[in-house]
């Protein structure tokens, strides 16, 4: 039997061996400690090791305004014994160098590249500290979170400038996939070492995309308008963010959200999971040359789009979400839709499993491809599906209930392959257990008087105050913080999306061994955003010849593999 | 392998097709649906609550005298949230059913309004009169001078 951690248990450990400056527990699941400059790693490693806390995300900030400092926060999970706590320190303006944590904990490697391009706090030791965030050719010296930074500042490129990209191994082949990539709907960009079909490295480079959406939020927007603006973060799972970010700002004001709206945010989420979940099962039969299963599951979503449109008044951003509760009632007349839909869509996908399930060529295709260990879940900090195919039985609506999930029975679907395989089962096992869910919430809906949907809100929301909260989206959790700030605005609001942990994970499912062909299901078994390529670089560095590879091209290559199964199971 | 193909042929046969005849047959949007926004000028009084809660920063207002307000409406930037529609305290302005909103000119989605407002005569803002009478009554005339012609 492994001990209860509580707030004061985790407290009592770290203080045993570092001196904790400060420590504030607002309430039994939430902790924040400061700790001197010196120790931040060793805090970390305690916490990440010792306790085996999951790492979530670093945040830094540019007090300087209030206190005259800046902020690095590391946030951690208890997930078992729903904690999310923060360990705090304060970097003096005069030295801004911080130890890295990356060397204990590898998911910690962006967002530690993150705060040291966009805040400007040097951290020492990291193993990987090239550029992240920043365009090629941005100017030393600034950094766009900062306070005194406008947020309407372009400052002219150093054109000349290039990313300094890893070096392949001798006698590796370059194959540059992206900067548009066939897989994922973000724009990035993977080198592929490769020796022949084999896989050997690579390397990533990414954020082409970034929006600057956190430098908006607290410069520009104010609460209510930030909702409308996270839910655009993402194309395909919007409410998860605005969720999220509202119940950060909730618990960091102290608004209580009324019953019935938060049975109504579950239904929504739910079906973001639904769409969301045949959507990825539609791609990744795509991308390996299956397009049945395409075709099918796509049609069998169609409805659930059309039901959310019924719904909320539109498809995809549904914009339901407000801070303190939600905009739009679903009324009893709306009832029997709401039924019938997942009634259908439950037979339908149903149907559709058990006919792709025996489908030899298929499986062989998804089969111990992208071998991803649970030690592996656990250093990289890779959540949602991710993690539950390789076993990893975490859940924020189980673990850290939120919304109306404390009401709900659910299973949290789990598979020990730590596949590809593994990961669409526990996707295909979550359609199902969401489509409960909704009957679930529908039942609780017509016992729920009719009322308020929207909680007190104070005249002003405090200040600097912290609020941090998560949300289990289709790919994984979500995890907002929220520091509020003046102005009706929050100081410092910080997205970390499933995929920044996730994508982080990748090059660890690249073993050895890997075929090329195996590289577009791998990363789609991570991140169910497929989108299309315009044309990919392969550099042969023995020949120095280069030639392109267009989108049909790799799909070619992808799918060729298919058939050559499927003639294979014909013999 | 076989029958795993035999049952997805079944599954294939049995759903058919399922594409729209879409653009050739209308396809309405369900109601409540967040479509073009439409403002009654009649009704508008122009508070300025719109313009205050908008994410898109698409309704912008300009006091161009004491007594003439222009609230310009770019709604090719909105976001269909809903928002305007929701505090809007006179009932001015809706999202209706229309989606098909696609435009070679974006002043097709361009909206400017001029309100003839009273003068508060302690603070010099603009601000609307009560009825219609008092409207008349109030000190000034309707100016007939260009506002500034930019408008997209």
Redesign the interface.
């Known amino acids: 039997m492994v001990q209860q951690l509580t707030t004061d248990t985790i407290l009592g450990r770290l203080s045993e061996s570092i001196p904790v400056i400060a420590s504030q527990s607002p309430t039994p699941h939430r902790l924040y400690i400061e700790v001197p400059k010196d120790r931040v790693k060793e805090a970390c490693r305690i916490l990440f090791e010792d306790l085996q806390g999951r790492y979530t995300i670093t945040v830094g900030t540019d007090r300087r305004p209030v206190n005259g400092k800046f902020e690095v926060l590391h946030f951690f999970s208890f997930d078992r014994d729903n904690i999310r706590m923060a360990v705090r320190v304060f970097l003096d303006p005069d030295d801004l160098t911080l130890e890295s944590i990356t060397p204990v904990i590898p998911g910690a490697g962006w967002a530690e590249r993150e705060i040291q391009d966009l805040v400007g706090i040097r951290v020492i030791g990291h193993p990987d500290p090239r550029p992240l965030a920043l365009p090629d050719g941005f100017p030393e010296g600034l950094y766009p979170l900062r306070k005194d930074y406008p947020y309407n500042y372009q400052p002219p490129l150093d054109e000349g400038k290039t990313f300094p990209f890893k070096e392949p191994p001798p006698d590796a082949t370059v194959v540059t996939v992206g900067p548009f990539f066939p897989v994922l709907e973000e724009p990035s960009q993977w080198r592929l070492f490769v020796d022949g079909e084999i896989v050997v490295g690579c390397d990533y480079r990414g954020f082409y995309n970034h929006r600057a959406i956190e430098k908006l939020g607290d410069s520009v927007?104010t609460y209510?308008?930030?909702?409308?603006?996270a839910e655009?973060i993402c194309g395909i799972c919007g409410c998860v963010h605005s969720t999220s970010y509202c119940q950060a700002v909730e618990e960091a004001a102290g608004i209580e959200v009324p019953l019935r709206a938060r049975v109504i945010r579950s239904l929504i989420l739910e079906l973001e999971r639904v769409h969301s979940h045949l959507l990825w099962l539609g791609l990744a039969c795509h991308i390996v040359g299956f397009d049945?299963g395409f075709?099918?599951s796509w049609?069998i979503r169609?409805p659930v789009m059309?039901l959310a449109?019924?719904l909320t008044?539109?498809r995809k951003?549904f914009?339901i979400n407000l801070v303190g509760g939600v905009?739009?009632d679903i009324v009893p007349d709306q009832f029997d839709r709401i039924l019938s839909v997942a009634d259908d869509v439950d037979r339908q996908t149903n149907?559709?499993v058990?006919?792709?399930?025996?489908?030899?060529?298929l499986i062989a295709r998804l089969k111990g491809v992208g071998i991803f260990t649970p030690e592996e879940v656990r250093l990289s900090g890779a959540v949602g599906p991710t993690a539950r195919g390789s076993g990893v039985a975490i859940d924020a609506r189980r673990d850290h209930p939120y919304a109306a999930y404390d009401l709900l029975q659910f299973e949290v679907v789990t598979h020990d392959g730590c596949d590809t395989l593994a990961r669409t089962l526990v996707r295909i096992g979550e359609i199902f257990e969401s489509l409960k869910m909704i009957r679930q919430c529908v039942n609780l809906l017509k016992d729920i008087p009719v009322g308020d949907l929207l909680g007190e809100i104070p005249e002003e929301i405090p200040p600097l105050k912290d609020g941090m909260h998560a949300v289990e989206a289709p790919r994984g959790e979500v995890f907002h913080y929220v520091l509020t700030g003046y102005e009706n605005r929050p100081y410092r609001w910080r997205v970390r999306a499933p995929s920044y942990q996730n994508i982080q994970s990748v090059p660890m499912m690249f073993k050895e061994g890997t075929y090329l062909a195996d590289v577009p299901i791998t990363l789609g078994s991570v991140d169910p955003c497929f989108s299309c390529t315009e044309r990919m670089e392969v550099v042969d560095q023995g020949r120095s010849q280069s030639y392109t590879l267009e989108e049909k091209d790799l799909l070619r290559l992808s799918r060729s593999k298919y058939r050559a199964l499927k003639a294979t199971?014909r013999k | 392998m076989i029958a795993s193909k035999i049952r997805q042929i079944l599954i294939g046969k049995r759903a058919g097709s399922v594409t729209l005849k879409y653009p050739f047959e209308p396809r309405p949007s369900e109601p409540g649906y967040r479509g073009r926004v439409t403002v009654d000028t009649d009704k508008c009084v122009g508070c300025g609550g719109c313009a205050d809660v908008c994410p898109a920063r698409c309704i912008l207002i300009t006091d161009v005298s004491p007594f003439i307000r222009i609230i310009r409406r770019y709604l090719d930037r909105c976001i269909h949230c809903g928002r305007c529609e929701e505090v809007c305290a006179y009932d001015a302005l809706h999202l209706d059913g229309e989606y098909e909103l696609a435009t070679t000119d974006r002043k097709d989605l361009f909206i400017e309004q001029k309100l003839f407002m009273g003068t508060c005569n302690r603070c010099g803002r603009c601000y609307i009169p009560p009825t219609p009478l008092d409207r008349l009554m109030v000190v000034g005339f309707r100016k007939d001078e260009d506002l500034d012609g930019e408008t997209i």
């Open positions: 927007l209510n308008q930030i909702v409308f603006l655009r049945y075709m099918q049609r169609e059309w449109e019924y008044g539109s951003h914009s905009r739009r149907e559709l058990k006919a792709i399930q025996d489908d030899t060529a199971e």
